[in-house]
């Protein structure tokens, strides 16, 4: 085989593994997710992986996927629910509800 047929037989299959890359697929970045903290009475402080939120009850927070701890605390009879693992999935929205001082999901 001369040195230009053996050329083209190895540039033929580069070029279209060029063009068309089979093995690479497309990435996109995590759909977020939605965490809705509820409290009855409305008005409590909501606490998130131990930072303050300026959002009081009731509130959306929109997160990327993962687990957090969520605490809501209230004064005067308010509510006051200690801190709960929430995990929240690309896309997914989880409400959960400080009812006294236990959690209820919604």
């Given at each position: 085989?001369?040195?230009?047929?053996?050329?083209?037989?190895?540039?033929?299959?580069?070029?279209?593994?060029?063009?068309?890359?089979?093995?690479?697929?497309?990435?996109?970045?995590?759909?977020?997710?939605?965490?809705?903290?509820?409290?009855?009475?409305t008005g409590?402080?909501?606490?998130?992986?131990?930072?303050?939120?300026?959002?009081?009850?009731?509130?959306?927070?929109?997160?990327?996927?993962?687990?957090?701890?969520?605490?809501?605390?209230?004064?005067?009879?308010?509510?006051?629910?200690?801190?709960?693992?929430?995990?929240?999935?690309?896309?997914?929205?989880?409400?959960?509800?400080?009812?006294?001082?236990?959690?209820?999901?919604?």
């Open positions: 085989m001369s040195a230009y047929k053996m050329s083209l037989v190895f540039e033929i299959p580069l070029c279209w593994a060029l063009l068309f890359p089979f093995t690479m697929t497309p990435q996109m970045p995590p759909q977020p997710g939605y965490l809705v903290i509820n409290s009855e009475p409590a402080t909501v606490t998130i992986n131990g930072k303050i939120t300026n959002q009081p009850t009731n509130a959306t927070f929109v997160v990327s996927p993962g687990t957090y701890t969520v605490s809501v605390a209230g004064r005067g009879g308010k509510p006051n629910c200690p801190g709960i693992a929430i995990t929240v999935s690309s896309g997914q929205t989880v409400t959960r509800v400080c009812t006294g001082t236990t959690w209820t999901p919604s």
